[in-house]
């Protein structure tokens, strides 16, 4: 295990190997240590390494650097999740960009059923700190994990309301774990590690540099199932949030404000060009995702399906017929198939009847 981290954490260090080639490399190799031991003719010769890429990996020797961030982890009984890993959150495995590694202190299950992030801008309002603590309060009994990014204002409220309502929550860092920014979060994150998790792709040592908080964000946005813009100006972190959600299927929601607030300007941006759905409470959510409690039937109508099933298609059936409705991410993670395989089974069983969708990309039995 030692061994197998040591190389997963090189592979993230070698210059010139974004996650996206790394993903590629560990697709056709298997695991971290193989690409280490490839011969350089054999890394040139995939897709998007090339020679240079491939002397990079070549070049690289010296593992002192890993080794150290292994020290690391051990002494702050941190989790490593490599994206091979069945903790690694299931999610982000859809996003082309995921993280190859992350690094992650807490006890909050990064893979829960329901995972909603809720972000906005750091200079809120009374109007905008209201809205998200009200949000958030009224899913308190709806076993959802709160994810934001610990900044200050909209964040922070998020993180603080969840603790509060006994709730988990998880803040994605654009740094390592041997830090918090801002500083002034030092006791919060400290809560949320008793009561959610700390996570980041970035190792120990690295600062909180205006580059890294996009990146943040992607994990942000990917990690969730719905995203929530609570009160965001035209620029920042949380636009970038929600488009990064748009561009990996995600449902993006936003609550509309003043035309002329500009703290409200992103948000308003947002709805009005389609970005995001108008919300106005915690309701709208859970009707918007299909996780709005409907009764059930006290008995459950039984029928033979008399059409001819793929081996994908049986496996998407067997899930639907467990339970009532289901978000297409959850069919990803319980099925074992490719996102693409899913969608071609869900595909033609809502054209054969078997099966209809609802809003939330959720899907249940006809």
């Known amino acids: 295990m030692h061994n197998d981290l040591l190389y997963q954490i090189a592979l ?12 590629a490399l560990v697709t056709h190799f298997g695991n971290a240590q193989n690409i280490f031991k490839a011969k350089k003719k054999d890394l040139g010769e995939i897709e998007g390494i090339g020679s240079i890429r491939a002397t990079s990996i070549k070049e690289y020797v010296d593992f002192t650097i890993a080794e150290e961030e292994i020290t690391f982890i051990e002494k702050y009984k941190i989790t490593p999740l490599f994206i091979t890993g069945e903790n690694y959150p299931q999610r982000l495995l859809n996003c082309y960009d995921s993280p190859i590694m992350l690094y992650y202190r807490g006890n909050a299950d990064l893979n ?6 809720i972000v906005g801008t750091r200079n809120n309002n009374e109007y905008g700190k209201a809205v998200c603590e009200k949000l958030v309060e009224d899913l308190a009994n709806e076993n959802i994990l709160i994810v934001s ?31 918090i920014y801002p500083s002034q979060n030092k006791s919060l994150a400290k809560e949320i590690i008793e009561q959610g998790g700390l996570l980041t792709d970035f190792k120990s040592k690295t600062n909180p540099d205006k580059q890294n908080f996009p990146k943040r964000n992607r994990i942000v946005a990917g990690i969730s199932d719905a995203i929530v813009v609570v009160e965001s100006g035209l620029k920042g972190g949380s636009l970038i949030t929600a488009e990064l959600g748009n561009g990996y299927n995600k449902d993006v929601f936003a609550i509309p404000g003043r035309t002329n607030d500009t703290k409200s300007e992103g948000c ?33 109508k039984q029928r033979e399906l008399f059409i001819e099933l793929s ?4 496996i998407v059936i ?8 289901i978000h297409i991410d959850e069919l990803y993670l319980k099925s074992g198939l490719s996102s693409s395989a899913v969608a071609s089974a869900l595909l033609t069983l809502e054209m054969q009847s078997v099966i209809s969708s609802l809003p939330g990309k959720m899907y249940k039995m006809v």
């Open 112 to 117: 829960q059923s329901k995972i909603v992030a």
């Open 268 to 300: 308003n941006y947002l709805i009005k060009n389609n970005k995001a759905c108008l919300i106005t409470s915690a309701e709208d959510i859970l009707e918007n995702m299909g996780w709005k409690e409907h009764k059930k039937s006290s008995a459950k």
């Open 311 to 314: 081996d994908d298609e049986k």
């Open 318 to 325: 067997n899930i639907l017929q467990q339970q009532e409705q």
């Open 149 to 179: 990014g610990l900044a200050f204002g909209i964040d922070s409220f998020a993180h603080k309301t969840a603790l509060k309502n006994d709730m988990k929550t998880v803040a994605v860092l654009a740094h390592g774990l041997d830090r």
């Open 12 to 23: 993230t260090l070698i210059p010139n190997i974004g996650d996206v080639h790394a993903k």
